[in-house]
Structure formats: structure tokens, C-alpha cells
């Protein structure tokens, strides 16, 4: 099994950016895909986006779109969340998170099975 740890996380004022880092170790299979999730305080978890490892293809929630850029380092086994625009609506803790490609949809989180312990993001007025 791979190995996930989240970094980059902390306090920025709205409108403002930061970026998410993802580092793996561990196993790790070439046929998966790579997403974010997130929760904020009182919600469920939700998807906040993607990217398909064997093509590199990517695919985001509404709410982010236009701001939230997921790209990879495969050398460096990293995987980012670029993130622009941030509101106060994006407050939440952030969680990587890797999986085999299956027929399970990517939208829901039962679809990957590995996941780093999170980093918190928070957006002030």
C-alpha cells in the first residue's frame, strides 16, 4: 500500500492562494487515479477533484473550477493542488487520497483506498 502525507495548508485571506503538496511512499500502482477531498466543519467529505495517472486527465467539483488547478510530479512521487481565489467557503481540511481505476465513480470516496491524514485550510473574510 502507498503512503500519503499532506502539506502546505494554513491561513490565507480571501482571495488569496496556496498549494497543496501530496507525497507518497510506499507501493504504488501505475493504473490508479489521484484526487482531493475535503471537509469542512459540520459537512461531509466532498470531492474536489482528480487526475487519471495513465493519461493524465483530470476532472474537478463546480465549485472549484477555474480555481483549483490538480497536477503531479512523478519524480518527485507528489501530487498538488493549486488553489487561487480561495473564499471562505474552502475553509476545510483537505485530504489526498489515491485508488485503483474501477467502475466505482471518482465523485464518491469509497472509490480510493489509500489517504493522508489531512491538512487544514482556512480562508478569512
Known amino acids: 500500500q502507498v503512503q500519503l502525507v499532506e502539506s502546505g495548508g494554513g491561513l490565507v485571506q480571501a482571495g488569496g492562494s496556496l498549494r497543496l503538496s501530496c507525497t507518497a511512499s510506499?507501493?504504488?500502482?501505475?493504473?490508479?487515479?489521484l484526487g482531493w477531498f475535503r471537509r469542512a466543519p459540520g459537512k461531509e467529505r466532498e470531492f474536489v477533484a482528480v487526475l487519471w495517472r495513465p493519461t493524465g486527465a483530470t476532472r474537478y467539483a463546480d465549485s472549484v473550477k477555474g480555481r483549483f488547478a490538480i497536477s503531479r510530479d512523478d519524480a518527485k512521487r507528489t501530487v498538488y493542488l493549486q488553489m487561487d481565489r480561495l473564499t471562505p467557503e474552502d475553509t476545510a481540511v483537505y485530504y489526498c487520497?489515491?485508488?485503483?481505476?474501477?467502475?466505482?465513480?471518482?465523485?464518491?470516496?469509497?472509490?480510493?483506498?489509500?489517504w493522508g491524514q489531512g491538512t487544514q485550510v482556512t480562508v478569512s473574510s
Open positions: 487520497a489515491s485508488g485503483l481505476i474501477s467502475t466505482m465513480s471518482v465523485l464518491t470516496a469509497r472509490a480510493y483506498s489509500d
Open positions: 510506499g507501493r504504488s500502482l501505475r493504473q490508479s487515479k
